[in-house]
């Protein structure tokens, strides 16, 4: 005799609640502003192509960013506070003490 037989049914039954649970949050519609992204203000694009046709950008000389950055100071967008987005984890916090 066995001494657990309801194992592997109790496991098999746990795995499929698991799956059914997994792919039912995945179905779950975006609240309204929880995206990563911000949202898309086509003024700041066309000042960004304005700039990068004004410094000569093109696929084979691509413009600094600082020089974009600055162009897009004197057109009046500031950059969004924080750390730019992009993959890698953000900088460590400074250790306080002594």
């Known amino acids: 005799m066995k001494p657990y037989p309801l194992i592997p049914a109790v496991l098999f039954v746990f795995g499929v609640g698991m799956a059914f ?3 039912a949050r995945g179905q779950e ?6 995206s990563a992204r911000p949202p898309h203000d086509p003024k700041v694009e066309v000042a ?6 004004d410094l ?3 696929s084979a000389h691509p ?7 600055q162009c ?8 969004p506070p924080g750390p730019p987005p992009g ?3 953000p900088p ?3 250790l306080m003490g002594g």
């Open 21 to 23: 649970a997994a792919g």
């Open 29 to 34: 519609p975006a609240a309204a502003g929880s």
């Open 48 to 53: 960004l192509k304005a700039c990068w046709s």
């Open 56 to 58: 000569g950008g093109d």
């Open 63 to 69: 413009v600094a960013p600082e020089l974009i950055e």
């Open 72 to 79: 897009m100071l004197d057109k009046g967008f500031a950059p």
């Open 87 to 89: 993959p890698g984890a």
């Open 92 to 94: 460590a916090p400074a």
